[in-house]
């Protein structure tokens, strides 16, 4: 990927971050193909990782993706994040492009520390919600593996949460 793209993808998910809202309509949308457990899970999410998680959805909609166990993950893939703010998200972006060494002032700071190890280690977590709502275990290793897929439809999952 060009470097303007990188950046450029990194600028727009920013702004998406800072106006991210979740409408009436949509919440009532999810009614419709979530188990209430997975809808509470959803709800416990940051609105900008809702948000993101719609996103993804519809980018596979627009690719013609159906499978309800894909769409729940990429609905949930995120869930594990919690509300780690922008400054930790920014870091994290800017570690896994540059590596670790260029935000490790930052893990002096206790509560960035802490966020930073959480983005990291997030798809673990959450699979492990995901497994606790309910989810199918196709969801919970799609969401477990989505930084390293394992199948096509992992790389589908994948290549959604970069473009969404």
């Known amino acids: 990927m060009p470097?303007?793209?990188?950046?450029?993808?990194?600028?727009?998910?920013?702004?998406a971050y800072l106006g991210a809202r979740v409408t009436a309509e949509e919440w009532a949308s999810l009614r419709g193909w979530l188990t209430p457990a997975q809808l509470a899970l959803f709800?416990?999410?940051?609105?900008?990782?809702?948000?993101?998680?719609?996103?993804?959805?519809?980018t596979l909609r627009r690719a013609g993706v159906d499978d309800?166990?894909?769409?729940?993950a990429g609905l949930l893939h995120d869930a594990g994040k919690?509300?780690?703010g922008l400054a930790a998200r920014v870091l994290a972006a800017l570690a896994a492009r540059y590596g670790d060494a260029v935000v490790a002032p930052a893990r002096w700071i206790p509560p960035l520390r802490r966020a930073l190890r959480r983005l990291r280690?997030?798809?673990?977590?959450?699979?492990e919600l995901a497994r606790r709502a309910g989810c199918s275990p196709r969801v919970v290793q799609l969401i477990r593996w989505q930084e390293e897929p394992r199948d096509l439809a992992g790389h589908l999952l994948h290549?959604?949460?970069?473009?969404a």
């Open 43 to 58: 709800a416990r999410m940051s609105v900008p990782d809702q948000r993101h998680g719609l996103d993804v959805v519809a």
């Open 82 to 84: 919690g509300d780690v």
């Open 3 to 15: 470097r303007g793209s990188w950046w450029g993808s990194k600028v727009r998910r920013t702004l």
């Open 159 to 163: 290549w959604a949460d970069e473009v």
């Open 121 to 127: 280690r997030h798809p673990e977590r959450s699979a």
């Open 68 to 72: 309800p166990d894909l769409l729940v």
